[in-house]
């Protein structure tokens, strides 16, 4: 873990972003199972059994969370007051589909769509700094947006390199609903929306945050997430969602075949197929490491039903399934969640 990451969850901390217990553990599983220089094997981790007795376990625990915290609050002072700095552009897009481009370091991303004919962008900078002068400077310098008839493209400071510039941007973009849009976005610390768009291609990535996408239309759709979780409740031809350690929920429309590919590391994934007509094809291909695998869903032709310990892979479909129209294909992976068709 680089020096830039520890620096980025101390100020999450000092932001009551999240708890000092939560830095300490955030801490813990970026350093993963490395051993120091010289062989010896690492401390345990909270939680983990050792040869100390567990009052001493519990004082060094919270040791460190106060050092943490404190180490927090330094940063937090010698960076001063946190100002914020509100922006709101409007205009009118002439082309039929439009290019979305927001890339974002750290804040949440929301994009909705309204019965307006233009494009309205609220946009508000927080920084810290000595003074108001010196804040405004940094959100100017740190958030360059490009908005024009053709499109809609939103940059700031990006990476861990930048933890230390403590911009944080929130966007809520309010877009025409007869527009069709061709969206890449992504935060490095914060959640993500979409709501009500036509896509005809679409990719939203946050390190660690949420994502959730309902009311959608999109032919093809690229989700990722580092430790948030996925909501899907849309009509996607193509979709792609995988989190390192959050859940996934995906509701399936089969107003067209889909096909979708979820994955998630330590989460749970819940595929409602309840909306699904009894006339529309259903592939299941269903894998756990720890987990386990229910189907709720009758009228199933099994071909693999594999359920060991630390092993369950489970295929099946409806009868007919090659055949039907509309089909949902679903292809679900999961190392030590449980996974669901309802």
């Known amino acids: 873990m680089s020096q830039d990451e520890r620096l980025m969850i101390l100020q999450m901390v000092a932001d009551k972003k999240i708890t000092p217990s939560e830095g300490v553990a955030l801490l813990q ?35 460190i969370e106060e050092t943490v915290e404190r180490v927090a609050g330094v940063l937090s002072e010698l960076k001063g007051q946190q100002y914020q700095f509100p922006t709101e552009i409007t205009g009118v897009f002439t082309v039929d589909e ?3 481009r927001i ?35 940094q959100a100017q310098e740190a958030c360059r947006v490009t908005a024009t008839e053709t499109g809609f493209q939103l940059e700031t400071d990006r990476g861990f390199a930048n933890a230390l510039s403590d911009v944080e941007v929130h966007l809520t973009l ?14 490095g610390n914060g959640p993500i929306r979409i709501e009500g768009l036509r896509l005809s291609e679409g990719s939203a990535r946050t390190g660690n945050g949420r994502i959730t996408v309902r009311n959608v239309i999109a032919d093809r759709l690229y989700l990722k997430s580092g430790n948030g979780s996925i909501e899907v409740d849309a009509d996607v031809a193509d979709l792609e969602a995988s989190t390192g350690n959050g859940s996934l929920r995906v509701i399936p429309t089969g107003r067209r075949s889909e096909q979708m590919q979820l994955k998630t590391g330590n989460g749970s994934a819940t595929i409602d197929t309840g909306r699904l007509s009894r006339d529309t094809g259903l592939y299941i291909d ?9 189907i709720s869903r009758s009228g199933l032709v099994y071909e693999l039903d594999e359920r060991n310990i630390g092993y369950k892979h489970v295929i099946a479909h409806t009868e007919g399934f090659d055949t039907a ?14 996974i669901t068709v309802e």
């Open 29 to 63: 599983a970026l350093e993963g199972d490395e051993e120091p220089s010289g062989g010896t094997s690492a401390p345990p981790r909270t939680g983990q059994r050792s040869g100390q007795s567990g009052g001493l376990g519990s004082s060094l625990t919270n040791l």
């Open 98 to 100: 439009v290019p979305l």
């Open 103 to 137: 890339f974002s370091g750290n804040g949440p991303v929301e994009l909705r769509s309204w019965d307006e004919p233009g494009y309205k962008a609220q946009i508000v900078s927080k920084t810290r700094a000595s003074n108001q002068a010196e804040a405004q400077r």
């Open 174 to 187: 309010f877009l025409p609903r007869d527009r069709v849009y061709h969206l890449e976005t992504s935060t």
């Open 286 to 294: 269903a894998h756990t490491g720890m987990g386990s695998v229910s």
């Open 325 to 338: 129209e509309p089909k949902v294909s679903l292809r679900v992976r999961t190392g030590f969640g449980s």
